[in-house]
């Protein structure tokens, strides 16, 4: 029988934690002593086989299945990646997004009665009157209010969030706008600014 | 390794997927090995080794990132191993074995169509011998034999992943070793 204290030396050689000092002491016992020299070598075997079967591999797939039984990603996440993934596309819809953004608030803003300044309409309660008998030149563009056509108007009308009434008598030489929701008044918006694109580049070939 | 690792636990943290399967992939053969080793079943140990990445991930916010992620990856897997293993009901996988004949599984059930070379069938006998008194050691000395073996994990990473004092880690790896010699002496 092998004496304890030698057997845990074996033991902290195997762990690598055997001093210079305690390692003379095993090896001379082990020249001496047969019995604890196969011990050991029995010792190191059982080791060396433990570590020789230990490459092993993950079946295939593996990482994959692991990612489809995830929770679900968060969506600024899944934003973040798309937006690298297709720049272009990203820096579109921000623009877009932007465009609307502001649309809408200006639709939102726009609580105020306004009325676009002619000198013979009258203003009685959010309602703007064109005056029987009457001529109004240029075009009226009335906002949060509503208008009242009993005269003439030479030019376009616009009723933006309001109601417009033509009297029998009125007449408009222009054309007639009702803006009251939102899509309307976006419409709105892409109608006047394209207009105002055409008329830049139409007065282009004017100024030359 | 360890900065590209706290770098992808840190988008990870942000909820990035894709930094998780980078993570899966570098841990991915050390994590299935110890669950295999643990469970000697391949389907019960794919199982475990997805179930424990998915437990690292679904708490990645408790990680502390100052200390090493493989340590905490090994605790998670370890933990996960042990209780399957105590509350094992009687499955049917094809590698399991087949009741009333040692030594054979479901597989030699299935004729094979390539005949292996000597050497290789010498050594998968080898490596399925060691496997299977590996297998038959206690829950504690199994543990500890496979992280120190299998992952060549320190003693000092070992008692951190089992939460032990380095001592109990130190007999367990003793009486595991010895345990194994008894039975591979005459292999």
Redo the contacts between chains.
């Keep these: 029988m092998c004496p304890e204290q030698i057997i845990?030396l074996m033991?902290e050689y195997?762990?690598d934690?055997i001093t210079p000092e305690q390692e003379v002491v095993l090896r001379e016992h082990l020249q001496s002593c047969k019995e604890c020299e196969s011990?050991f070598n029995?010792?190191k075997?059982?080791?060396a086989?433990?570590?020789?079967?230990?490459?092993?591999?993950?079946?295939d797939n593996?990482?994959a299945?692991?990612?489809s039984?995830?929770?679900k990603?968060?969506r600024?996440?899944w934003m973040q990646?798309w937006m690298k993934n297709h720049p272009l596309l990203a820096a579109a819809s921000l623009f877009f997004i932007l465009m609307m953004g502001s649309l809408f608030s200006t639709w939102n803003q726009d609580k105020d009665f306004s009325v676009s300044k002619q000198k013979n309409l009258v203003v009685r309660n959010n309602t703007v009157i064109v005056p029987k008998g009457e001529t109004v030149i240029g075009d009226v563009i009335v906002r949060n209010g509503n208008l009242d056509i009993e005269g003439e108007v030479q030019g376009d009308v616009t009723v933006i969030n309001g109601e417009k009434y033509l009297a029998s008598a009125g007449h408009v030489t222009g054309q007639i706008d009702e803006v009251n929701e939102v899509f309307d008044w976006i419409w709105y918006h892409i109608k006047k600014t394209t207009q105002d694109v055409l008329q830049i580049f139409g007065d282009q070939p004017e100024t030359k | 390794m360890d900065a590209i690792v706290k770098k992808r636990i840190k988008q990870v943290i942000?909820?990035?997927?894709?930094a998780?399967?980078e993570i899966?992939?570098i841990y991915?053969?050390s994590?299935?090995?110890l669950c295999?080793?643990m469970l000697g079943n391949?389907h019960e140990a794919?199982d475990m080794?997805?179930e424990a990445?998915?437990r690292a991930?679904?708490n990645i916010k408790s990680f502390n990132q100052d200390l090493k992620f493989s340590t905490w990856l090994f605790r998670i897997a370890t933990n996960l191993c042990i209780d399957r293993m105590r509350k094992k009901k009687p499955d049917y996988y094809l590698d399991a074995e087949v009741a009333g004949a040692e030594g054979l599984t479901m597989y030699s059930q299935i004729p094979s169509n390539t005949p292996l070379p000597e050497s290789e069938l010498e050594s998968l006998q080898?490596?399925e011998a060691?496997?299977k008194e590996?297998l038959k050691l206690p829950d504690k000395y199994r543990t500890a034999?496979v992280l120190k073996?299998?992952?060549?994990l320190s003693?000092n990473e070992i008692s951190e992943i089992l939460d032990l004092p380095l001592g109990t880690v130190?007999t367990r790896?003793?009486r595991g070793?010895?345990a194994?010699?008894q039975q591979?002496?005459y292999?």
Excluded: C, W
Excluded at chain 1, 49 to 59: E, L, R
Excluded at chain 2, 14 to 18: E, F, L, N, S, T
């Design positions: 845990e033991h195997l762990d934690e011990l029995e010792l075997k059982t080791v086989f433990v570590k020789s079967i230990s490459t092993m591999q993950a079946p593996f990482t299945n692991v990612l039984r995830l929770p990603e968060k600024s996440v990646r | 942000k909820g990035d997927q894709d998780f399967g899966v992939e991915k053969n994590i299935y090995q295999f080793r391949r794919e080794a997805q990445f998915i991930y679904v080898l490596q060691v496997q590996i034999i073996y299998m992952e060549e003693l130190k790896i003793h070793r010895e194994l010699r591979l002496r292999v």
